[in-house]
Every structure is written in C-alpha cells, then in structure tokens.
C-alpha cells in the first residue's frame, strides 16, 4: 500500500511538473518567437525589393535584327 502511494505522488510531480515546464517555456519564448515573425517579416520586405531591382537591371528591348553575311544573289534584270 505504501508503493502505491509513493508512486502517486511521484506520477502527481510529474504531471504538475510537466505542466509548469510547458507554462514556463511558454511565456520565455513568447517573445522570442514575436521577434523571429518580425524578422521574417522583415526579411521578406527586402527580398521583394531586391527582386524588383533585379527585374528591372534586366529589362531589355526588343532585340536588334540578325544582319546578314551572306552575298546577295544578283538580279536578273
């Protein structure tokens, strides 16, 4: 009878232990995780921005006519 109740409060601590750890953890990291948002957040912004600025390096116009090398035959006249 006394192992039985030994192993009771054993599994209580654990389980209120758990719960605690969880809380804990949760309330630390709270801000951590706000943080890496804005980060991404952030991140993203610029990636958009340098992706407009390479888009626009790059635009080209219409391309130029292939010039031709070859002679022209002779007309018959």
Request: without cysteine; charged residues 30%.
């Amino acid at each position: 009878m006394e192992t039985l109740q030994i192993l009771g409060w054993i599994y209580l601590g654990v389980v209120i232990g758990s719960i605690t750890g969880v809380i804990g953890l949760g309330l630390f990291q709270g801000g951590r995780v706000a943080s890496f948002k804005r980060e991404i957040y952030d991140l993203n912004e610029d990636k958009k921005l340098l992706k407009y600025q390479l888009e626009k390096s790059y635009k080209r116009g219409k391309p130029a006519p292939r010039k031709r090398n070859w002679k022209r035959k002779p007309r018959k006249k």
